[in-house]
């Protein structure tokens, strides 16, 4: 009978994720996926940014934070609009994120994104919202 362990190692990670890519590869082109990283930086202080990536033609944003000093000022539709810039540049014409009911649903909504999905209770007492948008080209 196998043995199932429970593990850290990142070897193992990278292993099972290169045989899913393998097996997907069969079916669909590479993901040339490609980091998609923004810093907004007052002198040497970082005051907002933005982590994500492009695959398939599509913008994923994986993390984005903007200092509460600096919200509600701009700074955040001006990182998003570059990071949806770029995104462009590099042929996507589509962009999804998640986010929670404690964060920025509503910023998201008034930029164009629109919720296709929740899961309720995550984390307990809270919605998880998943957003995608059709990015315009310019």
Avoid at 37 to 54: E, F, K, S
Avoid at 93 to 112: I, K, M, P, V, W
Wanted: glycine share 8%.
């Amino acid at each position: 009978m196998e043995e199932i362990e429970v593990t850290q190692s990142e070897e193992a990670a990278d292993f099972i994720r290169t045989r899913l890519s393998e097996y997907n590869n069969q079916f669909v082109p590479p993901d040339n996926h490609a980091r998609l990283i923004l810093v907004a930086r007052r002198d040497d202080d970082i005051i907002g940014g933005l982590v994500g990536g492009t695959y398939w033609n599509w913008l994923y944003i994986e993390w984005f934070w903007v200092h509460e000093s600096e919200r509600r000022n701009g700074l955040g539709t001006r990182l998003l609009a570059k990071a949806e810039q770029g995104a462009i540049q590099r042929g996507c014409r589509n962009a999804h994120l998640e986010t929670h009911d404690f964060q920025s649903l509503d910023f998201y909504q008034r930029r164009g994104y629109s919720i296709f999905g929740e899961l309720e209770d995550l984390p307990q007492g809270h919605t998880k919202f998943y957003l995608h948008k059709h990015l315009a080209r310019s």
